[in-house]
């Protein structure tokens, strides 16, 4: 039965992508320190024996006596309140905690697996974005912390496969949405959820024509785990390519959760990007692999997982 380590394991997607694993038959050890993770995420696994947690921020060395096939470096904050909250942890988790991960995979002759960030391509000026373009990122704004961290952490894991032979994968996520997401952690689906259903104004920044491409967790995790599997080193992009404005978005969800909260502006963050798709032929080729949940359908199964928290 191969053994999976997962870094920031009680994370949004660290939990979810803790389901899929045990489901295909795997043990898994989780790590989080749980400055953005948390156990209620985990709750549902209390007695399953093929599960552990530890407790454990993954910028400090580890030593694991277990033999591991897998491990998942999915740890750092991943929402702009967090990151700009703590831009050293996010740094420090992109770098060390990256260094640490594939350290561990190196030692244990284990597959790795980087969970990088569609924000490597920063406010692009190519669109849709592929996997060759190289990004428009200011290295030196309040968002390089996160953007930077994860460039940085795709760097590392070539340098690792390249000089050591490490068998990696890396994943260039786009806006992801879903079940367990915080409330009000700064990301535009469980902010205007959260606005929607407790009827204040969703905020927009700036205008709202700013555009993104959400992909429902399910997916995403599908997606982490044929390109496990697959022969493919380089970043694939691993998103949704429907594509809409903010304001459309906030209209969707006005609809969806019958509320009459008003649309309400503030200035726009700096550097927000403003636009966002992800092209998938890569995906599409290598993984066969692609969004088959659409975005009505998500939306509905994440507000009802909301409705008992707002």
Not at 204 to 214: A, I
């Amino acid at each position: 039965m191969p053994i999976s380590v997962i870094t920031g394991a009680a994370g949004f997607l660290g939990s979810h992508l803790t389901d899929r694993l045990l489901a295909e038959g795997h043990r898994v050890i989780g790590l989080d320190n749980l400055i953005t993770g948390s156990l209620a995420n985990l709750a549902h696994l209390d007695g399953e024996e093929r599960f552990r947690f530890v407790r454990h921020d993954v910028t400090q060395p580890f030593f694991l006596p277990e033999e591991v096939g897998f491990v998942w470096h999915l740890a750092s904050p991943a929402s702009p309140v967090d990151y700009l909250e703590h831009p050293i942890q996010t740094l420090k988790v992109g770098s060390l905690g990256t260094h640490h991960a594939l350290g561990l995979a190196r030692e244990k002759k284990a597959r790795f697996f980087l969970a990088s960030t569609s924000e490597c391509y920063g406010d692009p000026l190519v669109h849709p974005q592929r996997e060759d373009y190289w990004g428009n990122v200011n290295p030196v704004g309040p968002r390089s912390c996160y953007d930077e961290a994860k460039r940085f952490a795709e760097a590392l894991t070539m340098a690792y496969h390249r000089t050591h032979g490490l068998d990696t994968r890396i994943a260039r996520i786009f806006n992801t949405y879903g079940p367990r997401m915080r409330l009000r952690d700064g990301r535009v689906v469980p902010n205007f959820i959260a606005q929607a259903l407790a009827g204040e104004p969703l905020t927009l920044h700036g205008d709202g024509s700013q555009t993104r491409s959400f992909c429902y967790v399910d997916d995403l995790i599908d997606g982490f785990w044929r390109l496990m599997q697959a022969d493919c080193h380089g970043p694939v992009n691993l998103g949704n390519p429907d594509e809409l404005s903010i304001r459309d978005f906030a209209e969707k969800i006005r609809a969806l959760t019958a509320s009459r909260s008003p649309l309400e502006q503030r200035p726009r963050p700096v550097d927000d990007p403003a636009v966002r798709r992800p092209d998938i032929a890569l995906a599409r080729s290598l993984l066969d692999w692609e969004p088959r949940i659409d975005l009505d359908e998500g939306l509905r199964r994440t507000i009802e997982s909301f409705r008992g928290r707002v």
